[in-house]
């Protein structure tokens, strides 16, 4: 069984078991977070139950696992002749999430 959720503003393909990285959530480790906003869901038969947009009484719970930083974007801009150039970086927040169950 999969699904696929929207955290964060991206959609993620998650099944039972799997770890899944999504933008930060306010929870300490360990703590239990549930995705309501369910897009898809597939079955082992082979059988899909699609929303429009979001499937009705569908969700997915995870436990958090750690809150972590991705790896460090290079920023750089330059104006070429004019002696411009400016290096900056940024690390984005994320939450590594483990699903422990999908609900429909």
């Given at each position: 069984?999969?699904?696929?959720?929207?955290?964060?503003?991206?959609?993620?393909?998650?099944?039972?078991?799997?770890?899944?990285?999504?933008?930060?959530?306010?929870?300490?480790?360990?703590?239990?977070?549930?995705?309501?906003?369910?897009?898809?869901?597939?079955?082992?038969?082979?059988?899909?139950?699609?929303?429009?947009?979001?499937?009705?009484?569908?969700?997915?719970?995870a436990v958090?696992?750690?809150?972590?930083?991705?790896?460090?974007?290079?920023?750089?801009?330059?104006?070429?002749?004019?002696?411009?150039?400016?290096?900056?970086?940024?690390?984005t927040q994320?939450?590594?999430?483990?699903?422990?169950?999908?609900?429909?």
């Amino acid at each position: 069984m999969f699904a696929i959720v929207q955290a964060g503003g991206r959609q993620e393909k998650v099944a039972p078991g799997a770890v899944v990285v999504v933008d930060r959530l306010d929870a300490e480790p360990g703590a239990e977070v549930t995705f309501d906003k369910v897009l898809l869901v597939g079955t082992d038969g082979g059988e899909f139950v699609a929303g429009a947009p979001y499937v009705a009484g569908a969700s997915v719970t995870a436990v958090v696992e750690a809150q972590a930083k991705a790896k460090k974007i290079r920023v750089f801009k330059m104006k070429r002749r004019k002696h411009f150039r400016k290096t900056r970086g940024h690390r984005t927040q994320q939450t590594h999430v483990r699903v422990t169950s999908i609900n429909v």
